[in-house]
């Protein structure tokens, strides 16, 4: 089988997320399986040559990634093309549905105002969703019914031993809470904090947030990380005070691998993502609320107690293992293909 990935969105090594992430780990998984695999995404002015793109599949970086998607599925003949999210994905669907190939929609996110058009209910569509809430969001916003995939998590590229030492806070935007991490830090000046960049900043607003680090004296500013284990080998909580409808939360997955409990808000899949290992706070609670569950998962959290244990069961979930990830991501491929297949005999 050949499977092509699409998207709008650029990839690793340029732009460094949860979706590029989590489609880099599913197509590595995916060719262990004997799955050949390509990927179509937006080329970054910054783009890498192809003799040092570290990715061991195919990755078409072009232009316009709409535009290229007739070419490239005539010249790879995939099995099917997944369309991932991304800015005007609508698009990038119909384009793939005109190669006449067998197509799925993977489902990352809930922004509606991104698709530059609607998604129908069609038989020549199957959808997937990253999570129960984004299957019942777009079901309805649009009555899609979605498979439920989860993101596909390597726990090897992750799992450390801690030292637990410090907090860490990913992705510092609005959209993530930056706002609610540096109250924090000023009002916990003792504790020593991280940030690590993951979308791309804007550089005037990189400069303000580093600036403002700086002033407070206990945030040390970290570079996008392709491999974040230096980062949650020091890690004692992590903060996931999101803005955003978080429609799963990878990074809870990641740092409770290793025991590390999550101190998120309780925006979109974040209350089941987070479990029992760790707590989650209404966004627009007082920053009392927010220090004292912080100050009471810093304490738990000094050793290898019940809540790390807890962290830890509740990313080993039968759910998530990642050969069960991936046996309903083939299945649902597979009976879509099989379905087309019979639809055009």
């Known amino acids: 089988m050949r499977l092509l990935f699409a998207t709008t969105f650029g990839h690793l090594p340029e732009l460094v997320g949860g979706l590029q992430t989590t489609t880099d780990e599913l197509a590595r998984a995916l060719q262990r399986r004997g799955v050949e695999v390509a990927l179509l995404c937006r080329a970054d002015p910054n783009s890498l ?78 959808y997937l969703a990253n999570s129960r809430f984004t299957a019942a969001r777009w079901h309805a916003a649009y009555g899609l019914e979605c498979d439920v995939v989860p993101p596909y998590v390597e726990p090897a590229a992750y799992v450390v031993e801690t030292t637990r030492e410090r907090i860490l806070f990913v992705n510092p935007t609005m959209h993530k809470g930056v706002e609610l991490f540096f109250q924090m830090a000023r009002e916990r000046p003792a504790l020593p904090f991280d940030a690590v960049e993951s979308w791309t900043l804007d550089p005037v607003w990189r400069r303000f947030c580093q600036e403002r680090a700086e002033r407070l004296g206990n945030v040390a500013w970290h570079a996008p990380q392709r491999d974040m284990r230096a980062l949650y080998a020091t890690t004692r909580v992590l903060l996931m005070p999101s803005l955003w409808e978080e429609t799963y939360g990878r990074c809870v997955h990641e740092a409770q691998l290793s025991g590390i409990p999550v101190l998120a808000s309780s925006r979109g899949n974040l209350v089941d993502t987070v479990g029992a290992g760790g707590l989650t706070v209404d966004l627009h609670a007082p920053l009392g609320a927010w220090l004292a569950a912080l100050d009471a998962l810093w304490q738990a959290g000094a050793g290898e107690g019940a809540l790390s244990a807890a962290a830890r069961a509740h990313a080993a979930r039968p759910e998530v293992d990642p050969a069960a990830v991936l046996d309903r991501f083939m299945a649902a491929v597979m009976r879509h293909v099989a379905a087309c297949g019979r639809a055009t005999t």
Do not use: F, W
Request: net charge negative; proline share 12%.
């Open 49 to 126: 040559p192809p003799s040092a793109d570290s990715c061991p599949y195919r990755v078409i970086r072009a232009p316009d990634p709409v535009a290229a998607v007739s070419g490239v599925a005539a010249t790879l003949e995939p099995s099917a093309i997944v369309v991932q999210t991304g800015h005007n994905m609508v698009r990038q669907l119909v384009a793939a549905l005109d190669s006449k190939r067998p197509v799925l929609v993977y489902l990352h996110n809930v922004e509606q105002a991104e698709l530059g058009g609607v998604l129908l209910p069609d038989p020549e569509i199957a």
